[in-house]
């Protein structure tokens, strides 16, 4: 189709405005983190009294906060890190093999108690945490479920429901076909499912991977109430502990630990973008 | 669908694979099964069991039969809760969708810098609901500061501020979606309805947004179960506040926390009055659960068969 | 299908043996549930002090700020539930008093100097001890008093209380300082009103009944004037402006510090911050009562009582709990209890308590020898207690910014339900 000259070089303009237009408006976006990275550099009082401008004279006290905040208690932040990274990376890592062998299994064998099961899965999705919160503690203190090397168990279980949707979702679309010459060649099921349908599950792999990632990094209650709380501390819990008992809060610490939570998910997320936006969409739309 | 598909695996070689896989229950479906069971059903099972009693801790659990539940209903707060987590959901579904939507088109128009702004707009996902709550206080606050006000003093502010939060975080989560459900749509089809004359709207409302029904249905469902089950964000932002005061029936005097979402009325009856109404709360959380699980239900279904009508 | 059931099954067999099967800790141990973030780490170092000395493990663990119900009920449940835990009014009594070992008789119990900040139940057990007490008030800057022209001794009553503050509220410019600091009403400060200050109206209602024991189902607000007198009297003469008081960003602490004013209602536990981090002179401070125009209020003191209170775990093993009483008993007796007592929690009401130079307590001691009555922590009678003072905040920011004090009035009386 031909299109007008004028029409062309219209339509270029427009878009050189959305263009701007867009970039206005990613400016306001980002701008919430740029106000938690110009506050972490400021002294308590007057976070709250000039929240949006520039760190002055008077009010910046350099990498106080960060000493602040890392260093208070009896408790290293450093030691948080270290324990939200293991819980993460642990908790991630069994959901998503052991939710993607289960979802296939069930999508494949599809009895009537694996469809009991999948909708069992699909409607943990809509529970409260609050209801299950105080069972959940004891059930996982019994079982010693409370070290950062045990609680993904729980993280597995509580956190299942979604996972399981979104590789059933995805498993559906696969075709049979391919499975089926694997058996037909000899292949059990689990050599069939580590050579043959995990590759094809990557994308939903990463997908879920994020969602699970993003809500075990910040997650505050479940944490909270199941770790064993004399050895084990996350980031979300550092960050309540700099609150006294009489409702005082340290700002300026707490920004600070906030901007050293955030930096490790955003250096993630830039270096791994391209993955995380691809599989979000190919999950969601599949799913 | 479900069920089409699953005939077609019965017959044939899908009977191979099946029989093969049914023996590998305990390497596939245990590992799953056990730690869903520990971590989800028991305890849930344990939750509605307690609903109906007054306790304490779990151990010392008194049954007291469905008390509970008369004393959730007629808990005016948790009603109030309930049709302000409703307007809150409702709106937020739209916006949301709307916006996520407008943005994704735009975005899908070829303009320079496309991938830049959808790095950007997805960012606010990875900063957990505590975390958003406390920047985004600060930042109402800072703002309302100045008209010597906060976000904590009338309700319009609590609710619109948690809304601005919630598209804030979940605009570029949908985004994406869109995004995904944009670049499938048959280009020969959008080529038809050009030829055919159409333009730029009628393309958008006859050819694209039917093709992307399957993107709308995993987007509202999203929106609308994040939304219900709000519970950080709320208690780091509003916390409730402001309250009002209203007199009961009885002559008491009811509080209600004026932007108290479902999910935080929850928690607040836990710590609320006396160990009674640990089993209220409990009773609310079952009601809840229910609630949502209703909508979710509803809206999949009714999505969903626009999508097979397509 | 029979797979699928056999693994549903089989998980819930492991399931139920791991529930039943463990079992608890031989050792006797102490489990103690802090629930003060602040002293934390002086405790931990105790603790381990403790162990050195008797190898007896207490663990210590310290819930995040507003989490203590969670955290306690939580833990509760757990198998090393923790012995040593805060039971500090009549509401958390109400919830876990099932939970309470009765103290009477122990050792700790008999080194007690005073009754008066145990909590018995009804048949008489003592459920929960006070190891430390705070005292409030109004806290003075002498030196700026003295500036303005005035001395401590001068105010005796609300009257003359009210004359000096609004002579130097007036005076303010000239003078470089106001008469109060800022009465914050953002969740970081009103609970120095919706707390502490509403307990004069409720102390002085309880003593016209005899004083309470247990939460009256009622309460008449009799002494709400009285409230309104010093309320208006606080925000009317301080820099603040009264409508802006909800917003947060003031701090009441920082203003008091840097000498900006005279008054600051607050307690004795801001001793230390006051000297440590703003430097100021521990002579120039004084702490005063609240006096808010009650009949026969210039014979009142300090307003003395305590939230933190100890109760054993009933429910604990015999041998944990007779490790936590000797661990207390040790607290409260040993040269290195006593002196971290003194230190993180200020006077202890035990025989052998450590000396601390906390010049507010010396205060409140000094109105009690001159045969003052020490003003209850009657608040601590307060059904809902969340509830309420939210409740009164809110009403009490309404009134700031031109609400009618009958709101105030509404959520005070009928907001009182049990």
């Given at each position: 189709m031909k299109k007008r000259p004028g029409s062309l070089k219209r339509q270029h303009r427009s878009r050189l405005a959305l263009t701007a237009v867009f970039s206005v408006i990613a400016l306001v976006y980002v701008f919430p983190v740029f106000v938690v990275v110009i506050n972490a550099f400021k002294q308590n009082t007057y976070v709250?009294?000039?929240?949006?401008?520039?760190?002055?004279q008077q009010s910046f006290v350099g990498f106080d906060n960060f000493i602040k905040g890392m260093t208070f208690?009896?408790?290293?932040f450093i030691k948080s890190m270290l324990f939200s990274v293991v819980i993460t990376v642990l908790s991630t890592g069994l959901i998503l093999l052991c939710t993607s062998m289960a979802a296939w299994y069930m999508e494949r064998v599809n009895s009537r108690v694996c469809r009991g099961i999948y909708y069992l899965c699909v409607f943990s999705m809509v529970v409260p945490f609050q209801m299950v919160m105080f069972t959940l503690s004891k059930t996982a203190d019994r079982l010693q479920l409370n070290t950062p090397w045990t609680i993904p168990v729980i993280y597995l279980g509580f956190g299942a429901g979604l996972a399981v949707f979104m590789f059933t979702g995805f498993v559906k679309s696969i075709p049979l076909e391919i499975e089926q010459a694997a058996a037909i060649d000899g292949c059990g099921p689990v050599r069939t499912y580590f050579h043959v349908v995990m590759p094809m599950l990557r994308p939903t792999m990463i997908s879920v991977g994020i969602l699970e990632i993003m809500w075990i990094w910040n997650d505050f209650l479940l944490p909270y109430l199941v770790l064993d709380r004399n050895s084990y501390m996350t980031i979300p819990i550092h960050i309540q502990?700099?609150?006294?008992?009489?409702?005082?809060?340290d700002l300026g610490a707490t920004m600070a630990l906030i901007l050293l939570s955030i930096i490790p998910v955003v250096v993630f997320y830039l270096l791994c973008q391209k993955h995380i936006i691809k599989g979000v969409a190919a999950g969601a739309v599949k799913g | 669908m479900r069920r089409k598909r699953s005939g077609l695996r019965t017959?044939?070689?899908g009977v191979l694979l099946r029989h093969a896989m049914r023996r590998y229950w305990f390497v596939f479906l245990l590992p799953m099964t056990a730690a869903f069971a520990v971590g989800f059903v028991w305890p849930f099972l344990q939750g509605i069991y307690l609903s109906f009693c007054s306790f304490t801790t779990t151990s010392n659990a008194r049954f007291v039969g469905i008390e509970n539940y008369f004393t959730a209903i007629g808990d005016k707060g948790f009603i109030y809760s309930f049709w302000f987590t409703a307007l809150f959901a409702a709106v937020a579904l739209v916006l949301i969708n709307l916006l996520a939507f407008a943005v994704a088109y735009v975005l899908t128009?070829?303009?320079?810098?496309a991938n830049l702004f959808r790095t950007v707009f997805f960012?606010?996902?990875?900063?957990?609901g505590i975390v958003l709550g406390y920047i985004w206080s600060i930042l109402f606050d800072g703002v309302l500061r100045m008209y010597n006000t906060?976000?904590?003093?009338?309700t319009k502010y609590g609710f619109w501020g948690l809304i601005i939060l919630q598209c804030w975080q979940q605009v570029g989560y949908m985004m994406i979606i869109y995004i995904a459900g944009l670049q499938a749509v048959p280009e020969d089809m959008l080529e038809a309805a050009r030829m055919d004359g159409a333009g730029r709207w009628s393309t958008l409302i006859r050819v694209t947004i039917p093709n992307l029904m399957p993107a709308i249905t995993i987007c509202t469902f999203l929106t609308l179960t994040n939304s219900f089950k709000l519970f950080d964000q709320n208690l780091a932002l509003t916390?409730?506040?402001?309250f009002v005061f209203e007199k009961g029936a009885d002559g008491t005097l009811n509080t209600i926390r004026?932007?108290?979402?479902l999910a935080l009325n929850i928690y607040n009856t836990f710590y609320?009055?006396?160990?009674?109404s640990r089993g209220a709360a409990q009773a609310k959380a079952v009601l809840f659960f229910v609630l949502v699980a209703v909508i979710s239900v509803l809206q999949l279904r009714t999505t969903r068969s626009r999508e097979v009508q397509r | 299908m029979k797979k699928c059931l056999l693994s549903l099954t089989a998980a819930l067999v492991v399931l139920t043996g791991l529930l039943s099967g463990c079992g608890g800790a031989d050792t006797p141990s102490v489990y103690w549930m802090n629930f003060k973030p602040e002293a934390d780490a002086a405790l931990q170092q105790i603790a381990r002090t403790y162990q050195q000395q008797t190898g007896v493990e207490v663990k210590v663990v310290t819930a995040a700020a507003g989490q203590y119900e969670a955290t306690l009920t939580a833990e509760m449940d757990?198998?090393?539930?923790?012995t040593l835990f805060v039971v500090g009014n009549s509401a958390a009594l109400d919830r876990w008093g099932e939970y309470c070992?009765?103290?009477?008789?122990t050792p700790v119990y008999n080194?007690?100097?005073?009754?008066?900040f145990t909590l018995y139940d009804e048949q008489g057990r003592a459920c929960s001890i006070g190891y430390c007490y705070e005292c409030f008030g109004i806290i003075v800057n002498k030196e700026l008093l003295e500036q303005a022209?005035?001395?401590?001794?001068?105010?005796?009553d609300f009257a003359s209380l009210k004359t000096i503050a609004e002579d130097i509220h007036a005076r303010a410019e000239e003078l470089g300082f106001?008469?109060?600091t800022s009465s914050g009403l953002d969740d970081s400060s009103s609970w120095r009103f919706t707390g502490h200050l509403a307990n004069m109206p409720l102390f002085y209602e309880s003593r016209d009944n005899g004083g309470w024991t247990q939460a009256p189902a009622?309460?008449?607000?009799?002494y709400l004037d009285q409230f309104k007198n010093i309320w208006d009297l606080y925000i009317s003469n301080s820099t603040a402006d009264p409508r802006t008081?909800?917003?947060?960003?003031?701090?009441a602490q920082a203003e008091f510090g840097r000498e900006e004013a005279v008054f600051y209602q607050n307690g004795s536990w801001e001793y230390s911050n006051l000297v440590?981090?703003?430097?100021?002179?521990?002579?120039d401070l004084a702490m005063i009562p609240i006096y808010c125009?009650?009949?026969?209020?210039?014979?009142i003191g300090l307003c003395c009582g305590t939230e933190n209170c100890w109760a054993v775990n009933?429910?604990?093993?015999q041998e944990d709990i007779q490790a936590t009483l000797d661990f207390m008993n040790w607290m409260v007796t040993s040269e290195e209890g006593t002196e971290v007592m003194a230190e993180q929690?200020?006077?202890?009401?035990?025989?052998n308590a450590a000396p601390n130079n906390n010049v507010f307590f010396r205060d409140a001691d000094t109105y009690m020898q001159n045969g003052n009555e020490t003003v209850d922590?009657?608040?601590?009678?307060?059904?809902n207690v969340n509830q309420w003072r939210a409740a009164l905040a809110s009403a009490l920011t309404q009134y700031c910014s031109g609400g009618p004090w009958e709101d105030v009035k509404r959520a005070f009386v009928d907001g009182w339900n049990v």
């Open positions: 709250k009294t000039q929240t949006f401008s520039l760190p002055t208690g009896n408790y290293p502990y700099l609150q006294g008992s009489y409702g005082s809060v | 017959g044939g070689n128009q070829g303009i320079r810098g960012m606010p996902n990875l900063i957990g906060s976000i904590l003093m009338e916390g409730g506040a402001p004026t932007t108290e979402m609320g009055q006396g160990s009674i | 757990k198998s090393e539930p923790p070992y009765d103290l009477r008789n080194q007690l100097t005073t009754d008066d022209g005035y001395q401590v001794v001068d105010i005796k106001d008469a109060f009622r309460i008449e607000g009799t008081l909800a917003t947060p960003g003031y701090d440590e981090n703003y430097d100021m002179d521990p002579d125009g009650a009949p026969g209020e210039e014979k009933a429910m604990a093993s929690f200020g006077q202890i009401p035990y025989k922590w009657v608040f601590s009678y307060t059904p």
